[in-house]
Structure formats: structure tokens, C-alpha cells
């Protein structure tokens, strides 16, 4: 091959080389999010109540302890799992069983979940399970009206024992 | 199935590669130069970041506006190097998945190779978190993603548990840390990379790490046009309350992304980690059951080099393991660079560009080192690419000014060079006496190098040999003969303080000569012990020479060893093979450097021998002509003896 042609064969195959580059560098776009979609990100680290309730150790109960661990009440370290559930519109959006962290399971129960949800004005219902019973103890409801694009957290407070609706 | 793939990527590697070949020339062919481009491109990707570094600040709002300036003011300097800092990391992720690609096509992976494929894998996934961090930095909207993605994915894990992304969950959840952790990680990751790329390239003998220089100008010219082209930009400052909708996405770093968004996070996780635990386990696939091979060993000219080849190491590789400076470029079957003759044995060819070695070059014996595997013991022949010290071989013309029979069948020849050229050596080096016909006949220098007289040689009549005949029949003072010179690269080591045992098997005496005489002449006080081996009294063609040295110089010593003594010899002294008497004397071996020259039978006892007594095989030199270990003999008298003479060799 001639020189000249070499060269320009070369040159074309380096602008190939840095044109496949320069392409797949930024393309093909991506759609994470359709236009017309808002998020709704359920996020909280809570710590439910004990399993058990703390209780009294009985005279007997402490003399079998060593002098220095005779602690008159004792905690068992478990807690409970939270449980929360998220209505969107009067359809369940999430429904969490969240187990507490820790090998001895006396963490704090995290929880994340995401969905898209049509952009728009939506009635959100969230309550909430902490305690041995089971039984829902906090509740907490808005009205968002949610822009294309826009990202709503739902949170959980633990000091205040309310849901907090950030977007 | 495997096969086919890999047979279906040796086909379009091949052909794409040919083609490349006519536009590059085979030297300047990025296709082999692969694991070099990657490694250049890491040095360009380095160079850049630290220029960015320089700039960058490591805040919420700080990081994003730090490089908007840096691009849009630093135009042509800062944006340049931005751009190429991102697309010389995307080009060093294409060649890697290229280099990749073509050893598992042409099944390079297995075997002592599996030691550079597990550790490329572990640096490709090192390259990938390296780029994944590099893209959080700027804090744009893609940045957003990227880290809000790699929060939710590592969450999946349960030492996580949705924990992380709480970092990352409203706007202004982020403080300046965050990005003084980002830059801290986007210095030691790379550092592992280049900690990395030096592991991955250990046990890669003579590993290139810079591809030719055209090379280099073109790629990193072609980069800076494509910087200027299509600069890298960010693409709107992050805000945590707002998804990104769409997004120009790098493929060559994120294209795991989306899939967190289609799949299951924990189907992502089973897919990478599936993936990854395929390419560590695949040198071992599909596994071979009782597998053994066995090693073969290479003779390798002109250094007279023995070397052991490892399962599936090709000619070329074992030579560059070995040290021995054997030419080469492209490693690919694209060059033709590593030429060589095989001389004895057999060798699968293996896969090359048919241009590089014709079926009429093949049937006359050559092969393409870099492809060729041996299938048996082999002895090959290549052309040094340079001479041993720089010196170059060379034609030269002698005369013939004494011929002395040593013993019946032991000539000694000087012959005196014509022409005023000085003819430069190492002790222990030979020549080729070039014969009329073109044939060639290899024997040791038995002078040593300062001897400013007639060149020694030392050379043992072969019955039936064409030129030790005639060397003994007709041959007469004043004859001329031309020779080529000087060859090999069995010479004495004067960096170490080892002491020194020598071998000489019948007229191996010759190249021990030059070097005891040269040792001397230097004033070389090592230990040196010199065991002649001989048959019966009357082939110690010179006994009283070494029994000299013994006296002139407390360092050296000679035992003489007969194998075959006669009555009338009356020898009282050691008797036996000549290596035995070593290890007798010296059971262990590992505080001496060895070097041996004798016939082949000699040798190839020997070296295993002195492997068991500890004898180290950097330490173990030897100048057995026409040998390899386990070649079988075609009788009696065939390719046996030393280069320190040619007495018994089939190049008599």
C-alpha cells in the first residue's frame, strides 16, 4: 500500500477508534425517569419497641448473680420488626416487614423503597407498627402535588413518632 | 460450544487484524499492542486527573462550580484535559475488553497464564470502580445518579441494609465531606490500578508496557481531537429533590445502571457476581481430568541453552522466561519477527497470519516462536536480534600455522586471523567453521580472550566426520579457512562470588580453558575446581596444563576423572562419571555456580543430577552442542558431542 495511503487509512481508523469513544461516551440517552413521572422514596431507620417489656429480677434471681452484675431490672435486647404500609391514592403503594438490625436484633429497622408514580396531585396515607402488638400506633397523611421529575421522601421521625413528607 | 466461540473470535481477530496490518505495518498494529495501549492510556488518564486535581474543590456547591470554570474558562487547556481524562478512560476500557477478548479467543488463559487473566479480571473491575467514583465527583446531575445508583445498589447488601442511601436521600443530606472522601478515593484507586497493572504484567516474560511511539502520537493526537471536537461537559448541577430524567450516559463505565432500574437490585448482584466468578474459575474450564502433558525442554541456538517449556508456553515465551534475548514485536503471529528454525522436534504451529510463515517456509522447518507450542523436545535456531556484548558476528578469514596431535584422535589448531580486524570475545564463546558447501562445524574457543596470538582450537576426530577428517587427513599448515564469529552465550559470570565448578567431558576442555585462563589473567580469586572427564589416560590430552594452574594459583584445583581406565594406565585416581565424583565430593550444591561442557550423554546425566544436590539452574551453565534432554539418538555416533571440539559430533 502506499505511504500516503497508509496515513490515511490510519487516520481514518483512529477517527473510527475515537469517533466508536466519543459516541458511546454520552449515547445512547437514557431515560431514567419518563417525563411525565414524579418518584416517591420511602426512607427511615426506626428501632421499634423491646420484644419483651423490661421486668424486676426477683431476690432469688439475684443472688445467683455475681455481686457486681446484680442489676435490679433487666431488658431483653430484641425488638420488635417494623411494619409500615404506604397508600397512594387509596392503593397500597409499599408494604414493609422491616426485621431490626444487630445479631441480637436490637437495631433499628431500615427502610428503602422507590416508585414512580404519575406526576400530579396524589393523596398519600402511611402508617406505621413499632410495638409488640402489632397493631398500627402511628399514622400520617398528605396531599402532594407532585411535578414531573419531583421526589417525595417519606420519613419516619422516631423522636416525635410522626412521618415526615419531604419533597 | 466453547470452542466454537473462541474459533469464531480467532476468525474476525485475524482478518480485522490483516487489515490493520496493511495500514499500520505489522510493528505499528494496535491490535497487538492492546495491554500496552490500556497501559498508555492509564498514564494519560493519570497525567489529566492530576491536572484536574489541581483545580478541583472538594465542596457541595464547590465541586460542580470548580469544574464548570475548570471547562468553560480553561477552555482549550482545562476542558481539553477534562475531555481527555474521560475519553482516554473509555478508550483504556475498550482495549482492555479487546486484550481480553483476544485471549480468550485464542485460548490464552489457561494453564501458568491463568496467574494474568485472574488478575487482568481483578483489574478490570478495579478500572470500573475507579471510572464509577470518578463520575461522582463533578457533582452534576449525572454524578447524582451514579451515586444515588451505587447507594441503592450497595444497600442490597445486608451489612447495608438500605442504610446508605439515607446519606444521599434529600437535598442537602450531603456536606463537603462527602467529596474530600470522593477525591481520596479517586487517588488510592488508581494507585491500586497501577499496583495492579504491575502484578498483572509479573509473570509475563519481557512484558512490554508502551506501545511503539507512532502509536502513542497518533491515539493521544486523535484523543486531543476528539476533546476538542466533543468536549466532555457536565450536565446540570445535582439536586437530590429532583430525578434525573434523561441522561447521557458513559456505557463504557455505567452500563450496569439502568439494569438497576429494570431488574431487581439482588438480580443485578447474581449477575455480576456470576460473571465474575465465571472469568476467575474459567482458565480451570472445562476441567481436564488426569491431565498431564509433561514439560518439554528446548535447545535453544545459538546460546546452546537448555530450557524447560511450561505446558502451553509457547517457543518464544519459555526463551524470554529463560532470559535469552530472542527477537520478537508483535507476540501475535503478525510480525514474523520471532522466525526460527526447529531443527528436532516437533511443535504445534498455532494460530498466525499466513503472510508471516509460508507452507514452504514451514515445510523447510521454520516456525513463528510467538505461536509455536512444543509437542516434544525441541531444539530451534534463532538469529540474534543483537550480539552478546555487543559484539557482532562476523565473517572472518584465518591461516592454518600449526597443527598438533594431541592424542590419536585430538588435534590442536591454531590458526592466525587475516586482515588487521582484532576479533573480540567472551571465554567460552565458539565459531562456525564455514565449510565450501555451506555447511557449518561449531567449535569452542580454547584461547583465552587477551591472547593477542593465534587462535586455539581443540578438535576430536570423528570416523567418517567430513570435516574432523579432513582436519586429520589433509588439512596442512597454510591453509585458510573462513569462520563466523563469535557465537553463543556460554561465557564465564563475573558478577557473582559463587565458587566454581567445572565440567569438561573430553574436549569440553577446550571453552574451559579460555575461561580459567582468562580467570586468571584477571585475577579472579573465587574458588574454582576443574573435573576432567575422560575415558582411559590417553584422552587427558593436555594433563599437565590444570595440574600447572593447581600450582601457580591456591584457588583452583583439578581432579581428573577416568570412566573407563585401562590396566596400563594404572590409575589410582577418581574413576567413574565425572558428575558423580562432584556430587560425591560436593553433595550440596547451592552456594556454586556450574558450568559443564562435555558431550551430550554427560549433560543430560548430569544437570538432574546436580538439580537434586540443590544446584540452583541461574547458577548452572552449560555448552552441550545438538542437545536436548530427552532427544532420542539416532544411533551410536549422531549429534553427541561438545562444542569444545566437535569430537564425536555429528557435525564432524
Redesign the interface.
Known amino acids: ?1 502506499p505511504k500516503a495511503l ?1 496515513y490515511l ?2 487516520a481514518v ?3 473510527a ?6 459516541y ?12 411525565d413521572e ?2 416517591i ?1 420511602l ?1 427511615f ?1 426506626h428501632a421499634g419497641e423491646r420484644k419483651e417489656a423490661c421486668r424486676e429480677r426477683t431476690p432469688e434471681e439475684l443472688a445467683k448473680l455475681a455481686p457486681n452484675m446484680r442489676a435490679q431490672t433487666v431488658c431483653p435486647r430484641e425488638r420488635v420488626p417494623v411494619r409500615v404500609e404506604i397508600v397512594l391514592d387509596d392503593q397500597p403503594l409499599f408494604h414493609v416487614l422491616a426485621a431490626p ?1 444487630g445479631l441480637a436484633k436490637d437495631g433499628a429497622s ?3 423503597r ?1 416508585a414512580p408514580v404519575p406526576a400530579g396531585t396524589h393523596r398519600i396515607g402511611a402508617r406505621l407498627s413499632d410495638v409488640p402488638s402489632g397493631e398500627f400506633n402511628r399514622a400520617g397523611d398528605v396531599t402532594v402535588e407532585l411535578k ?4 417525595l ?1 417519606i ?1 419516619f421521625d422516631g423522636q416525635t413518632g410522626k412521618f415526615v413528607f ?2 | 460450544m466453547l470452542k466454537l466461540i473462541q474459533l469464531a473470535g480467532q476468525w474476525l481477530f485475524l482478518r480485522v487484524e490483516r487489515l ?1 496490518n ?4 505489522e510493528e505499528n498494529n ?1 491490535l497487538y499492542h492492546l495491554g500496552q495501549i490500556s497501559f498508555f492510556l492509564f498514564w494519560i488518564v493519570l497525567i489529566s486527573g492530576l491536572y484536574l486535581y489541581i483545580f478541583f474543590k472538594t465542596g457541595v456547591e464547590e465541586a460542580y462550580a470548580s469544574v464548570e470554570q475548570l471547562t468553560l474558562e480553561q477552555r482549550y487547556v482545562g476542558g481539553v484535559m477534562r475531555s481527555l481524562h ?2 482516554a478512560s ?2 483504556m476500557v ?1 482495549s482492555m475488553l479487546l486484550h481480553l477478548g483476544r485471549h480468550f479467543f485464542f485460548d490464552h488463559y489457561r494453564s501458568f497464564r491463568w496467574f494474568s487473566w485472574v488478575s487482568g479480571v481483578v483489574l478490570l473491575w478495579l478500572v470500573y470502580v475507579s471510572g464509577i467514583n470518578g463520575y461522582m465527583l463533578p457533582w452534576d446531575r449525572l454524578a447524582q ?1 451514579v451515586t444515588v445508583g451505587t447507594a ?1 445498589w450497595l ?1 442490597w447488601l445486608p451489612i447495608f ?3 446508605l ?2 446519606n444521599f ?2 437535598e442537602g443530606a450531603v456536606n463537603d465531606r462527602l467529596f474530600s472522601l470522593f477525591s481520596f478515593m479517586h487517588i488510592g484507586l488508581p494507585l491500586g490500578v497501577l499496583a495492579l497493572l504491575w502484578i498483572h504484567t509479573q509473570r509475563v516474560p519481557a512484558a512490554k508496557t508502551n506501545p511503539p511511539r507512532p502509536l502513542m502520537a ?2 493521544t ?3 486531543v ?2 476533546s476538542l ?2 468536549p ?1 461537559l457536565s450536565q446540570g448541577p445535582a439536586n ?13 463505565y455505567l452500563p450496569i445502571f ?1 439494569l438497576f ?1 429494570r431488574w431487581s437490585v439482588g438480580e443485578v448482584w447474581l449477575l455480576v457476581g456470576s460473571a465474575t466468578a465465571l472469568f476467575f474459575v474459567l482458565p480451570w474450564l472445562p476441567p481436564k481430568l488426569r491431565h498431564h502433558k509433561g514439560a518439554f525442554h528446548l535447545m535453544i541456538r545459538p546460546d546452546n541453552r537448555i530450557v524447560a517449556a511450561r505446558e502451553g508456553e509457547t517457543l518464544l515465551e519459555s526463551a524470554l522466561r529463560d532470559g535469552i534475548a530472542f527477537p520478537f514485536d508483535c507476540r501475535n503471529g503478525g510480525c514474523g519477527k520471532c522466525k526460527c528454525t526447529i531443527a528436532y522436534g516437533k511443535v504445534d504451529y498455532g494460530i498466525y497470519q499466513n503472510e508471516m510463515l509460508s507452507s514452504e517456509e514451514r515445510a523447510a522447518g521454520q516456525a513463528l516462536a510467538c505461536c509455536a507450542t512444543p509437542l516434544s523436545d525441541v531444539e530451534l535456531e534463532y538469529v540474534p536480534a543483537a550480539p552478546l556484548g555487543g559484539i557482532a558476528v562476523k565473517r572472518h578469514r584465518a591461516q592454518i600455522v600449526s597443527l598438533d596431535r594431541l592424542t590419536d584422535d585430538v588435534m590442536r589448531v591454531h590458526m592466525k586471523l587475516l586482515g588487521e580486524e582484532e576479533l573480540r570475545y567472551y571465554a567460552g564463546q565458539y565459531i562456525n567453521i564455514l565449510l565450501p558447501d555451506g555447511e557449518k562445524r561449531s567449535f569452542s574457543f580454547a584461547t583465552a580472550p587477551h591472547e593477542r596470538g593465534p587462535l586455539e582450537l581443540q578438535i576430536r576426530h570423528i570416523p567418517g566426520g567430513k570435516f574432523t577428517t579432513h582436519v586429520f587427513t589433509t588439512m596442512k599448515v597454510g591453509d585458510i579457512v573462513d569462520f563466523e564469529g563469535p557465537l553463543g552465550s556460554f561465557f564465564l559470570r563475573e558478577d557473582s562470588a559463587k565458587p566454581m565448578i567445572f565440567v569438561a567431558g573430553a574436549t569440553g576442555f577446550a571453552p574451559v580453558k579460555s575461561m580459567l585462563e582468562h580467570a586468571f589473567h584477571i585475577g579472579m580469586k573465587r574458588k574454582m575446581i576443574l573435573y576432567w572427564g575422560v575415558r582411559s589416560l590417553k584422552d587427558l590430552y593436555l594433563p599437565d596444563l590444570p595440574r600447572q594452574w593447581a600450582t601457580e594459583h591456591p584457588n583452583f584445583s583439578f581432579v581428573p576423572v577416568l570412566s573407563e581406565p585401562k590396566p596400563e594406565d594404572r590409575w589410582t585416581g577418581r574413576t567413574g562419571l565425572v558428575h558423580g565424583a562432584i556430587i560425591e565430593d560436593y553433595p550440596d550444591l547451592s552456594a556454586y555456580q556450574l558450568y559443564a561442557c562435555g558431550s551430550a550423554g554427560m549433560v543430560e546425566a548430569a544437570h538432574p543430577a546436580f538439580a537434586e544436590h540443590g544446584l540452583s539452574q541461574d547458577d548452572c551453565f552449560s555448552d552441550a552442542f545438538k542437545l536436548a534432554p530427552h532427544v532420542a539418538r539416532q544411533g551410536e555416533h549422531a549429534v553427541l558431542v561438545s562444542l569444545g571440539g566437535g569430537g564425536g559430533s555429528g557435525h564432524a
Open positions: 500500500m497508509r487509512a490510519q481508523l483512529y477517527a477508534f475515537v469517533a466508536v469513544i466519543g458511546f461516551s454520552t449515547a445512547p440517552r437514557y431515560e431514567h425517569l419518563p417525563a414524579a418518584l422514596k426512607s431507620s438490625s431500615t427502610v428503602y422507590r414531573p421529575g419531583h421526589v421522601v420519613d419531604r419533597s | 490493520f496493511h495500514a499500520f505495518g494496535p474521560r475519553y473509555d478508550g475498550l445518579f441503592e444497600d441494609n438500605g442504610a442511601i439515607r436521600i434529600f497518533w491515539l493526537a486523535s484523543l481531537v476528539l471536537v466533543k466532555a437530590l429533590a429532583v430525578a434525573p430524567t434523561t441522561l447521557e450516559l458513559d456505557w463504557f439502568p432500574y
